[in-house]
């Protein structure tokens, strides 16, 4: 999914954003001078995920910042539950991005085990569509 937006977690503040709002799952958004939405995540109800995103991302030097994984950033979707979350871990699953065992143990540590529950619910519903699609094509 296209976004015309920029997500970060971060551990603090950024500077030079404007109109910034609080957000109800931990953080704020902002715009920066161009007029880019920026979401920075930081905390909520849930921050040893928060802090376990942090920790797992993985620098990338071409863009000069840390990458959260795709297993953290299912399981921060998964907390989100927004419409739009919820079609986020669709397509991931769809495209094979995350691994999900890495996924379920992020999730059964920060969120709980019900959540693991609710994350197989999307996995087994992306399952079921791709073999009714195989058998459509057949």
């Known amino acids: 999914r296209m976004t015309t937006d920029v997500d970060f977690v971060s551990d ?13 799952i931990g953080g704020f958004q902002g715009k920066t001078r161009r007029g880019t939405q920026v979401d920075v995540l ?5 921050p040893g995920l928060y802090d376990a995103v942090l920790t797992g ?36 699953l769809r495209l094979k991005v995350p691994s999900l065992r890495k996924t379920r143990e992020i999730i059964k540590e920060h969120i709980g085990v019900f959540a693991v529950d609710e994350f197989n619910s999307y996995v087994d519903e992306v399952a079921w569509r791709e073999a009714h699609e195989r058998k459509r094509r057949r």
């Open 42 to 46: 930081c905390g909520g109800k849930y």
């Open 57 to 92: 991302s993985v620098f990338e030097a071409a863009l000069g910042v840390h990458v959260a994984t795709p297993e953290g950033i299912m399981a921060m979707k998964l907390v989100a539950g927004r419409g739009k979350d919820e079609e986020d871990i669709r397509v991931m």
């Open 12 to 24: 603090g503040h950024f500077s030079g954003l404007s109109n910034e709002k609080r957000m109800s």
